[in-house]
């Protein structure tokens, strides 16, 4: 492809994946945010919750003067809680739907445009069950967010079986789930990963394709999942050309071929496309960034 990346996409970068001591709302927030926001390579972000409030203000501000788009990831609010939005325990279910909503706050609080967050683990008897109360805890989380404005929601897909064991899960449980959702709200979709498509034991067509209709975001990952016993194993989001990984420059390139013919990217509204890649061990995070930044260049000029 000769025409420049930003003629089809926003490349933005999942902040706290990248500088993962952030994760929880604490750490070097606000350092490690301006170095994406001076990176002119990007033209989105995406960051999750900020705990203190000053540093949030600040950070709020940042984000406005940088002509950048905002996106807010409620995954590790649920991640590192362990905190359940189909959980069949029904004080459980609240505590997760307070959790999230305080998020979508937070989200408006901080500009941004697009909210999401991913479904949790479930017993296989009770199956039908979860998935019934994950419809009802998303109708309700689209209903508050709809309430405060306009900021679009989206579910990421995770794997079922392997680290994260999330309900949604395989394609076609999650075309079923988000049909269902959007039978009330229409500012609802699916978020993919390229890096979880191998965990999902999927090919990329097989998953994209039956949910195209329904993307409305999109990540650009690696993984490992040959063998438990091989380093990064599992949703690690180890970099580009780690020992044993799925996806490289082929995969990404397959990735983009397929987003850009069913038409997630497009010239007319430039989606979200975003690294979710984090240093392993010792790593550097700026190089790890370097390296996806090369994969996605390389990538792209083969599609």
Known sequence: MNAPLCNYMKVGLVHFMAFPETMKGEGPVLETIKKVVLDEYFTAIEITTVKDLDVRRKVKSLLESSHMTVAYAAQPRLLTTGLNLNDTNEEGRQRALANVKEGIDE????GATGYSFLS?????SRKEEAFELLVKSTNEICAYAKSKGDMKISLEVFDYDVDKKSLIGPADLALRYVQEVRKEHDHFGLMV??????????????????VKDYITHAHIGNCVVKSPDMPAYGDVH??????NGENDVPEVTHYLKVLLDIGYLNTENPPIVSFEVKPFGDEDPDVVIANAKRTLNAAWARV
């Open 120 to 124: 949790g683990k479930y017993e296989e």
């Open 193 to 210: 990963d390229l890096s979880h498509i191998p965990l999902i034991h999927e090919t990329i067509e097989e998953s994209l394709l039956p």
């Open 238 to 243: 180890p970099r580009f050309g780690f020992p």
């Open 107 to 110: 989200a408006y609080e901080i």
